[in-house]
Structure formats: C-alpha cells, structure tokens
C-alpha cells in the first residue's frame, strides 16, 4: 500500500546542489575513481546494505583507484540529496582512511571499525558509523552519494566531529575526489 506521505512529498528534495560535492570550497579534480563490486555507479544499493533502526546496517564494500601521490588522508563523506526537506542525510562521515588503503571491506564502516586509523563522525541521531539507506515509503528513488576526498594534510577534529567540522577542517586542503552513487526506494 502506498504511503500518502512519500508520494505528498514526492517531488520535494534537497537537491544534488545541496552536497558536499557542491561545495565551492571543496572542489578539485576527479584524477582517481571510486567503485562497488556491489553496485554500479547509477544502480540500486542491494537490500542487504539497508539502514535498520534495529538489527544489521551493514555497509557496501568500497574500492578505489590511488589517489594523488601527495595525498595524506582520504576522507568519505555519504549523503542523501533526495530528502524532502533542509540538507541532505549524511550516511557516513569518516576520515583517517589511509591513502595506502585501496579498498574498505563490506561492514568495515561500523564503529568501532575493524580497520586501524578509520575514524566516524556523528551522523544521523549522533550515530556513528554507516546509517544505510531508509527512505520515505513511496517518496521515489533516492540517490545515495559517495564522496571520497583526497586531502594535503591530516584532519585535526574533536572526537566526536561533525560534518560542519569536517567541511571547515577539509576548506583549501582537498586535491583530489572521487565519486560513486547508488540508489535505494521504498515503495
């Protein structure tokens, strides 16, 4: 059964301008590429990868290209544009990711991770780690970008940072990014 909310709200959505991809301060060149052997760029987010209030929320496997060679850490950033109001859902916030690391395995992006130096921030509801996609019933199909930033030097966050602290940290620091979207609907 449809749900009246989604479908009210249908055509209500923050907007891909509304990322942190769109950030003025946060542009540079996309020399390196990001992927999943669980879903193509443009293609739906499998049902395991969904956020659950209770119960496993487990995340996508990531992979990518080396960055620049004078990268000192990677930072992942996922959001949601297609929430029907304010900013984008951020679905993790992570940094201290190793510019030596090539990949993040399947369920690495839990807190604590499992792999040295990776760091979440607080993310929807003061989680930390991977939140996966929970749309709105009926609202469509939502985009769920990942952003992985190439930075010139180490973050120097509070413990429990945010997305704000991280922008205003990454300002004039990043050198290189790297994009992949998935989707995810609820009917």
């Known amino acids: 059964m449809p749900n009246p909310l989604g479908r009210a709200l249908r055509n209500r959505r923050a907007g891909h301008h509304t990322l942190v991809w769109a950030h003025p301060d946060l ?3 996309e020399t390196f590429t990001l992927t999943s052997p669980t879903f193509a760029h443009g293609a739906p987010i ?4 969904r956020g659950r209030l209770l119960g496993a929320n ?3 496997a990531l992979a990518w290209t080396p960055p620049p060679a004078d990268t ?3 930072v992942l950033i996922v959001q949601d544009p297609d929430v029907p109001f304010g900013k984008p859902a951020t679905h993790a916030l992570t940094r201290g990711i190793d510019p030596g690391r090539h990949e993040i395995p399947e369920n690495a992006l839990v807190q604590p991770s499992p792999i040295n130096g990776l760091v979440h921030g607080n993310g929807p509801l003061g989680r930390r780690g991977w939140a996966g996609p929970m749309p ?3 609202h469509g199909p ?3 970008v990942f952003q992985l930033f190439a930075l010139d030097q180490r973050l120097q966050l509070p413990d429990r940072f945010t997305l704000t602290d991280t922008l205003h940290a990454m300002t004039g620091h990043v050198i290189a990014r790297a994009r992949l979207d998935g989707t995810y609907e609820i009917q």
Do not use: G, T, V
């Open 27 to 29: 542009q540079a060149p």
């Open 142 to 144: 939502h985009s769920y």
């Open 136 to 138: 709105i019933a009926s």
């Open 72 to 74: 000192a850490e990677l």
């Open 46 to 49: 499998p049902e395991r990868h």
């Open 58 to 60: 487990i995340s996508p």
